[in-house]
């Protein structure tokens, strides 16, 4: 498992990351989330073993990335953000030289390539300059790096950044194939990426965690979840129809596309009784539809409480 055990780091009078603790499981991608600034990447490092906590560990399987760095690094697999590489190398130059540097035995070295190569979808690009390959190649030779070694924890900051839409299918279908048998420590701004890969989400803010809970339970936080929405010509008549309507709380418009966004008191199905109300009003509307939760307006509500949005 990945462990940060009362993680804190000072740069001079900042103190960016504040007493933070948690576990991830294995068989668990455990999301890590937080606006630019909010402590992630250096959290990240410290327990990657990169970068020496101000106080407090971390510990990777039970190995203490302090006391015991070697053990804890060789049971890792480490992309950093803007995970450096040698541009003049080749990419299965590259991964000979990480492959050597993590001390896999030689009759074992060009099958675990090959076999990273393919994962990865680098096989067209094996023979090419890294300095010429493009950012999402680069970021994919970062990823192949460090899953190279087979390990049993990864920790992972922004791997799909600059990656296109397929590339990124790709990418998410094999950490989810790594979960199953690893550890996984998730940084990503693409809050979609949460909802499909994550079981569990961290926030963090101010160097310190906000929120631990799963998509699902942050999802539930929204004020749009169970939300009834429609699309209507008429506004203002169809929120004359429902205006005083039991558990009804409020309205809000989408100045794009018109659609109307009915808020109700509970998270009971209302939508059966609006749509009578409408039609009893002669209201026309079409495309009622149950709203589903929206993580970027929790992700606000939980690091920006002030915006109430």
């Known amino acids: 498992m990945i462990e940060a055990i009362n993680l804190r780091k000072h740069y001079g009078p900042l103190l ?8 991830a499981r294995p068989g668990e991608v455990l999301g890590f989330l937080g606006p630019n600034g909010a402590g992630k990447s250096s959290t990240m490092r410290m327990i990657s073993g990169y970068l020496m906590p101000s106080s407090g560990t971390a510990s990777i399987y039970g190995h203490d990335v302090i006391k015991e760095p070697l053990a804890a690094k060789n049971r890792l697999g480490y992309l950093p953000e803007g995970a450096p590489l040698y541009a003049e190398l080749s990419a299965g130059e590259f991964l000979d030289f990480v492959a050597r540097a993590r001390g896999i035995e030689k009759s074992a070295r060009l099958g675990r390539i090959n076999i990273t190569l393919d994962r990865l979808s680098l096989r067209d690009v094996e023979n090419q300059t890294i300095g010429t390959l493009s950012k999402g190649y680069k970021r994919r030779v970062g990823l192949a790096a460090a899953i190279l070694h087979e390990p049993s924890a990864l920790i992972l900051d922004e791997p799909t950044d600059g990656l296109d839409p397929n590339q990124k299918h790709e990418v998410r279908t094999l950490i989810r194939e790594l979960a199953k048998e690893r550890t996984v420590l998730l940084s990503t701004h693409i809050l ?20 631990d809970a799963t998509p699902a339970e942050l999802l539930a936080k929204s004020r749009y979840d169970r939300a009834i929405s429609i699309q209507v010509t008429d506004s ?31 998270k009971s199905r209302t939508d059966e009784a609006v749509a009578e109300r409408l039609r009893q009003r002669h209201v026309a509307f079409t495309d009622l539809r149950v709203e589903r939760g929206r993580l970027d307006e929790v992700f606000r509500s939980i690091t920006m409480p002030e915006s109430k949005a």
């Open 236 to 266: 203002i008549s169809a929120r004359a129809a429902l205006d005083g309507m039991p558990g009804i709380t409020g309205f809000e418009q989408n100045p794009i596309d018109g659609r109307l966004y009915i808020f109700t008191k509970t």
């Open 192 to 211: 979609e990426e949460v909802e499909v890969l994550c079981s569990r989400v961290i926030i963090i803010a101010h160097g310190k965690i906000l929120a």
């Open 16 to 23: 960016a990351v504040d007493d933070i603790s948690f576990r």
